[in-house]
């Protein structure tokens, strides 16, 4: 600049008939913008008071998701994460609509929407958030688990056998339909809107997939069944919650997989007691098909912590064997029938 050729080595190369090669005017352009975003990064989350803020700053760094941001940008997007982590943690439990949450604190109900720069930044810094419940969680699960929803009608729960007490229209349509034979999709407004009560100690068996619900009403089974149908939507925690409060004695069975396994520790922490998924009934299934033949898919990741019985854990971790759900169903059925007297 003491020269008068410029403020900078791109400027000063041009003046003086060298102009640099694009393209390292490009990498050099993005360096210095990576730069100030790493920058930027650092200097907005000194003053959160979360302890996980920094790890959640490396992975945002490491992801690339802040490529192309200047300073200013940088500091806005992390600006509009934390005024939603603020919006949910000062919150009541109950589940806020995404769209409306959208809406209510950044102008446009669009402003979440999957594909955003906003929303991605938004799930990383939602899995700390939750913390342990967060594991293996993606998406709509992700976000539901933070008792955020997308909306009250869709991705309902399934159900089979359930009676419930009172005569409210949703009462009145489950037990129709269980006379019926029926299985039924329950949505989120509807659970908000008429309460489902059971007597004290009835059993309920939570199950993983779809298909047991199917199995268990061809077989017209006489204990209620409620479907997860993979990781647990907010209208399965509604529907899990208000049977725990009233009494109902839950069992949770699911696939023997990582995943499985985790959705199972989730549903504990809800009140679920877990059916079937210990390391006897995991090693005793792997083994019965082994000698009948059948190779069973393998999982590469570990099955984390399984406090209903620890033994789980290094079994499965050991074996890597995948036992789906749909493989026990008749055992799995029968048995709780018979525990439960039914």
């Known amino acids: 600049m003491r020269l008068g050729v410029g403020s900078d080595l791109d400027t000063a190369l041009e003046f003086l008939g060298c102009p640099p090669d694009p393209a390292l005017r490009e ?53 509009d994460v934390r005024m939603l982590i603020s919006a949910r943690a000062g919150s009541s439990s109950q589940t806020a609509l995404r769209t409306e949450l959208a809406a209510q604190l950044f ?82 407004r509807a659970l908000r809107a008429h309460r489902i009560d059971v007597t004290a100690g009835t059993p309920v068996l939570v199950v993983e997939n779809p298909s047991v619900i199917e199995h268990a009403a061809d077989r017209s089974v006489a204990f209620g069944l409620v479907c997860t149908n993979g990781n647990p939507t907010a209208a399965v925690n509604e529907l899990v919650d208000q049977l725990a409060s009233t009494g109902a004695d839950l069992h949770y069975h699911g696939d023997l997989d990582s995943a499985g396994i985790a959705i199972c520790r989730r549903m504990q922490r809800r009140g679920c007691m877990p059916w079937m998924m210990s390391a006897d009934d995991y090693l005793g299934t792997v083994h019965r098909a082994e000698a009948r033949g059948v190779t069973l898919p393998s999982d590469d990741s570990h099955a984390g912590p399984t406090p209903w019985d620890p033994a789980l854990e290094s079994a499965f971790d050991e074996c890597r064997r995948i036992v789906h759900e749909e493989l026990v169903a008749a055992d799995l059925l029968r048995e709780f029938g018979a525990r439960s007297g039914h």
């Open 27 to 79: 990498r050099r352009a993005a360096r210095r913008m990576a730069q100030q975003a790493r920058a930027a990064v650092e200097s907005e989350l000194e003053a959160w008071p979360e302890s996980w803020v920094a790890e959640w700053g490396h992975d945002l760094l490491k992801s690339g998701l802040l490529s192309g941001l200047d300073a200013l940008a940088v500091e806005s997007l992390l600006g």
């Open 107 to 188: 102008g446009s109900a669009h402003a979440l929407d999957s594909q955003t720069k906003l929303a991605a930044a938004a799930e990383r810094a939602l899995r700390y958030l939750i913390g342990h419940g967060g594991e293996a969680l993606e998406g709509r699960a992700l976000w539901e688990a933070a008792g955020i929803a997308a909306d009250s009608v869709s991705a309902p729960v399934l159900t089979w056998g359930l009676r419930p007490l009172g005569a409210s229209p949703l009462a009145s349509m489950l037990t129709t339909a269980t006379e019926a034979t029926l299985p039924v999709h329950v949505s989120l």
